[in-house]
């Protein structure tokens, strides 16, 4: 057996900004368990999704308030570092198939049911049952099974080396559910509030509104702080807002950038800013004439004003993107600067064929260059907000952009990836991908061929023999040199084509009451609350 050298994930440095605001208005009244000094609440703009691990589509919706509950075997910390939770330790075979994880014993679920390697088995069977559809199982590539050792060691077995498998085992949707409440409830489970190993179980659930925690004393681990924990869905940021300044919500998820310096001034509250391992690009439809073009493709990365809206519409917090990956992720490289220059993007389009018609529009061979932009409203910091800015950008060189917001990531899945139609719909979609479980493999597999929607969230059916080729080889690869070298290769390929249009890298901007602490944002949205609590004034 060997043991894994693990890379370090290097999260952005980010100055913490003590802010402060005063919203006047009152929404709706506390309950007397939020009015309670031991209980602290959370509001954030996304909807909480199910209680089902395997139904995780994003970071806040869907990992963040599981956290709570459902432990994985491994964890990825704030920094990047990899770390043991219901695993203890881990091994892998020679040839990189077998992997043996020792779990943590004496650990039960919040009903009293044992936690051991059936469990693991049982929840690893769900996971690859085609029937369940688990959501992120695209993340555990070559994964095709377990078997129990004994009590407390588990095997878990793959078709090829897979190097980053204990670190995906931390994602999210990794969470080890109660075989028992799997047997009784199915693909129900979601809707229920089922029982985890973690420090916090589930007392209330509204499925899309809010639920309601409360700390267990039967934890194996450090207990949590508060003894109970809201997190509630407030898609509104004015109304967020108000409510932080009533006390409704002890902590906001997310402050809006735009309203960063009216807030400045009042001492009652504080921001901190918090990394982000996303990345904001636009998806263009390879298979449409137009977007198969690298002619037309380089013309819209070169229309767009990053660094301008990232000042005017992100107050400075964003990076421009330099590559198809997320600063500070392994094997990140600055492969390229995206300058903006309209008038090289015109010569480009003209190149290309399609010239300005006295309306201002691009035409070719008599027909309007149309698209529709489709983004989410309200699932990443302004998201709008950016897809209406690029839309003028466009416009200004002549394409008829219309934009379409659906809602939040969920939405625009379910018509941009999900749907076997959008080979012919898709035009142009923004997507803010990251890097899950802080490793790059899940954005690298973005631009595969195997990935291209609906078997994958490959959009743009974006395809290169050599690219797909590398990302298999630095999938299979254990030396962490010598795959940050293919990952180099990898960015380059991507941008060289132009496979996307690539925009900018955002931070969370996360408000607090000031007498609010312990709150430790992560870059996945994986934010830790358990510490969570209120200090005397």
């Known amino acids: 057996m060997r043991r894994l050298q693990h890379s370090r994930y290097g999260a952005l440095a980010r100055r913490v900004l003590i802010l402060g605001f005063f919203i006047v208005g009152v929404t709706a009244a506390l309950s007397a ?7 602290l609440t959370v509001g954030m703009m996304a909807e909480v999704e199910g209680m089902d691990c395997t139904k995780n589509s994003s970071g806040l919706a869907g990992d963040f308030p599981k956290l709570l509950v459902f432990e994985r075997l491994t964890d990825v910390l704030p920094s990047g570092e990899l770390q043991p939770l219901l695993a203890t330790s881990w091994e892998v075979s020679e040839d990189g198939l077998t992997w043996t994880f020792y779990l943590r014993e004496g650990v039960v679920f919040h009903d009293g049911t044992p936690f051991d390697a059936e469990v693991v088995k049982a929840n690893v069977d769900r996971w690859l049952d085609p029937n369940v559809r688990f959501q992120r199982l695209r993340h555990f590539g070559p994964l095709t099974g377990a078997e129990v050792v004994d009590t407390y060691t588990i095997k878990l077995l793959t078709s090829a080396p897979f190097p980053i498998l204990a670190r995906v085992l931390s994602d999210g949707g990794a969470g080890m559910h109660n075989p028992e409440e799997i047997d009784a409830w199915g693909e129900d489970l979601g809707i229920y509030e089922p029982t985890g190993t973690g420090p916090y179980r589930i007392i209330e659930h509204m499925p899309r509104q809010m639920v309601r925690y409360e700390r267990w004393n039967g934890y194996w681990g450090e207990p949590g702080e508060a003894k109970e924990l809201v997190i509630r869905t407030i898609p509104d940021d004015y109304s967020r807002l108000a409510m932080l300044s009533t006390g ?4 906001n998820l997310y402050v809006p950038m735009p309203l960063r310096e009216a807030v400045e001034a009042d001492p009652n509250f504080k921001l901190l800013s918090s990394p982000s391992s996303r990345l904001y690009t636009i998806h263009l ?14 013309a819209l990365n070169l229309a ?11 107050g400075g917090f964003a990076l421009p993107a330099r590559s198809m990956l997320s600063e500070g992720v392994t094997g990140w490289e600055p492969v390229a600067e995206f300058v903006y220059d309209p008038a090289r993007a015109q010569s480009l389009l003209e190149q290309a064929g399609w010239l300005l018609g006295q309306d201002g529009f691009l035409y070719k061979d008599g027909e309007r260059f149309t698209a529709t932009l489709i983004a989410t409203k ?13 839309g003028e950008y466009f416009r200004a060189i002549g394409i008829d952009v219309a934009i379409r917001t ?15 139609e959008a080979r012919e719909t898709n035009e142009m979609v923004q997507y803010c991908f990251g890097a899950a479980h802080g490793d790059p493999s899940s954005m690298i597999r973005t631009y595969t061929t195997e990935a291209w929607s ?11 023999t ?6 298999a080889e630095q999938a299979a690869t254990f030396d962490p040199v010598e795959r940050d070298r293919i990952l180099a290769q990898l960015q380059q390929i991507v941008v060289d084509d132009y496979a996307v249009v690539f925009l900018l890298q955002p931070s969370f901007l996360v408000g607090l009451r000031q007498n609010v602490e312990g709150f430790v944002p992560h870059p996945m949205e994986y934010h830790r609350i358990t510490k969570l609590t209120r200090v005397e004034e």
């Open 285 to 298: 439809n390879h298979l449409k004439a137009e977007y198969a073009d690298i002619r037309v493709r380089e």
């Open 248 to 251: 409704e919500i002890d902590v």
């Open 378 to 390: 309200g699932g990443y910091p302004m998201d709008d907000q950016l897809a209406q800015a690029v």
């Open 466 to 471: 050599e690219y797909d080729q590398l990302a």
């Open 33 to 39: 368990a939020q009015a309670a000094d031991e209980t």
């Open 304 to 314: 767009v004003d990053r660094e301008l809206i990232i000042d005017s519409i992100y």
């Open 406 to 420: 659906p809602g939040t990531y969920g939405a625009i899945r379910e018509i941009t990836i999900a749907d076997p």
């Open 454 to 464: 609906p078997a994958g969230i490959n959009s743009s059916f974006y395809t290169n």
